[in-house]
């Protein structure tokens, strides 16, 4: 196997394999080539997101900054929106649907470090390049969910269909569809229901 192949797999991976380093650095520059375009520049942002995203469905409006460490294993569907600092770090397979409003500063971060110093640490390949070990769980958002501001998803976790996650939550483990959910770690509220309806508000 290859190292993208061991990454997408959720096996041990090294990071500072060629291949990955180019994926990263061509990432790294198309998010900053987005972050430095304007609003009204909108079919420059179209190229760049399309190089960015080439999995991502029309409609897709992300405010930016961004920042993606691949954007080419994240793929996300029609008309989601995406505020102010959104970072994904797909180092395995994100997965965000349809109509999903993500706010300021949310952060889906797929890496997982190995909880031991010794094997978590950087450490000298025998070609001389300094890399470490680590391994990476998928992250999915479902079709019509709400991630609120300053909310962490870490690896491994699904969001069902329908779902809000409360500011400021940090998404350790799955949350089921329909579910207003919240806190540190997140945990599932209540269910939302045709009670929450805005209709006859005032």
């Not at 080439?54 to 294993?73: E, H, I, R, T, W």
């Not at 397979?93 to 094997?119: A, C, D, M, Y």
């Amino acid at each position: 196997m290859t190292e993208k192949e061991k990454m997408l797999a959720g096996k041990l991976y090294d990071p500072a394999d060629e291949e990955l380093l180019r994926l990263r650095q061509n990432a790294h520059r198309l998010s900053a080539e987005y972050n430095a375009s304007f609003e009204t520049e909108e079919e420059k942002r179209a190229a760049i997101l399309k190089q960015l995203l080439p999995n991502a469905a029309k409609g897709v409006y992300l405010q930016g900054p961004v920042q993606f460490d691949y954007g080419c294993f994240t793929e996300i569907g029609e008309n989601t929106y995406a505020n102010f600092n959104f970072t994904v770090l797909d180092c395995a397979p994100v997965k965000i649907g349809k109509n999903v409003f993500i706010g300021p500063n949310v952060s889906v971060l797929t890496p997982v470090h190995p909880f031991r110093w010794q094997e978590r640490n950087m450490y000298r390949r025998s070609d001389g390049v300094m890399t470490d070990s680590e391994y990476a769980k998928p992250i999915t958002i479902g079709d019509n969910c709400w991630i609120a501001g300053n909310v962490t998803i870490c690896g491994g976790v699904t969001i069902g269909p329908g779902s809000v996650i409360g500011a400021g939550s940090v998404v350790t483990r799955d949350i089921s569809e329909n579910s207003l959910a919240a806190g540190v770690p997140c945990r599932r509220i209540r269910g939302i229901t045709e009670a929450d309806s805005v209709k006859e508000r005032p």
